[in-house]
């Protein structure tokens, strides 16, 4: 089932990979000049937060979440980033250091671009400098609405919320009428939440017993995608 029309998807998603979509193959060959690609593993870090850039990332194919640590080490994920996504990027532009860590949630393969190349297409292409901006732009909407739904909506509006954003990302090779898994970790989910995991347990318990989706061990499949999106409560 399509979401279009029914959920405003765009408020909750980077969308960076339209970054690179239909780029001048002049601007792509300098971009990818010297990229290579690596196979992450699951759970693998890519980078941390406070290291120097040496490059961006590009996900071939996977899922990976940026998210923050704080000093009891509990991590709070700010954002899932899925295939044709663009990552790392922000401290090159910043000059600065990674704002945050990212790590692969699935076996994931990644394209790995140096910094050099990066500048050097961006030093050459105003479309790529003006994609970039946009995408920024876009990025800082998405946040400023993700605080106002931690600050504001209970667990279990942003369970229901995060789901239904989750199951797009989920939506590899999808064909109408067939299920969705979400493949995540309860403790994942509980950090990209906000709560603990004993809250997002309690709450997919109800979720199922709604009959709004069910689970296969750590796999979980929207039923009812409409009784989902009007429990996130987005009015």
């Known amino acids: 089932m399509s979401i279009k029309g029914i959920f405003p998807i765009d408020k909750w998603d980077f969308k960076s990979e339209s970054i690179l979509a239909d780029l001048p193959a002049d601007v792509f060959e300098l ?16 980078f941390r937060e406070g290291a120097y850039p040496s490059g961006i990332f ?4 996977g899922k990976v979440k940026k998210y923050k640590v704080d000093r009891e080490g509990r991590e709070q994920i700010v954002y899932v980033a899925s295939t044709g996504q663009l990552i790392g990027y922000h401290a090159i532009l910043a000059e600065g250091r990674y704002p945050d860590s990212a790590a692969t949630i699935e076996e994931s393969t990644i394209a790995f671009i140096p910094r050099e190349d990066f500048q050097h297409a961006l030093n050459n292409s105003p479309l790529l400098n003006t994609r970039l901006l946009k995408t920024l732009s876009h990025e800082f ?4 609405n993700s605080l106002t739904m931690l600050a504001q909506k209970t667990v279990r509006e942003r369970l229901a919320l995060q789901l239904v954003v989750l199951r797009e990302k989920y939506k590899v090779n999808y064909v109408e009428g067939t299920a969705v898994e979400i ?30 989706l069910e689970t296969k ?6 039923k009812d995608l409409n009784k989902l999106i009007k429990t996130a409560n987005l009015k």
Do not use: C, M, P, W
Not at 141 to 144: E, G, R
């Open 31 to 46: 971009l990818t000049a010297h990229k290579s690609e690596q196979i992450y593993k699951k759970n693998e870090i890519i």
């Open 58 to 61: 590009y996900i071939t194919k």
């Open 141 to 144: 909407a998405v946040l400023a």
């Open 183 to 212: 493949n995540i970790s309860r403790e994942d989910l509980s950090n990209l939440v906000g709560t603990a995991r004993e809250n997002v347990v309690r709450v997919l318990t109800e979720f199922k017993e709604d009959g709004i």
């Open 217 to 222: 061990g750590r796999k979980i499949i929207i």
